[in-house]
């Protein structure tokens, strides 16, 4: 799930129907864009960017590694990198 979860409406159930889909000891990866992070606050400042990321809703890393607890995940490896994060977790 890339660059997917600022735009949920409701990621906890995103999450769980993806663990649902997902097979039996397979891997889960979300790659998002940290709010706050390099990344985030430079597109914020792109004219087409800032309008196309205005309904974005972006979540610091503590906030996604909670909602992925939360849908039954646990984690197995963050790598972040100018505010783009990467997640993997089953």
């Given at each position: 799930m890339v660059?997917?979860?600022?735009?949920?409406l409701d990621p906890i159930q995103g999450f769980r129907?993806?663990?649902?889909?997902?097979a039996p000891g397979g891997t889960f990866t979300l790659a998002f864009i940290e709010r706050d992070g390099e990344i985030a606050l430079r597109y914020g400042k792109e004219p087409v960017k800032g309008r196309f990321l205005a309904v974005a809703r972006f979540f610091s890393v503590a906030e996604v590694r909670a909602l992925?607890?939360?849908?039954?995940?646990?984690?197995?490896?963050t790598d972040?990198?100018?505010?783009?994060?990467?997640?993997?977790?089953?």
């Open positions: 660059t997917v979860l600022c735009f949920l129907e993806a663990r649902r889909v997902l992925l607890e939360t849908a039954g995940f646990r984690e197995l490896r972040c990198h100018h505010g783009f994060c990467i997640f993997t977790a089953r």
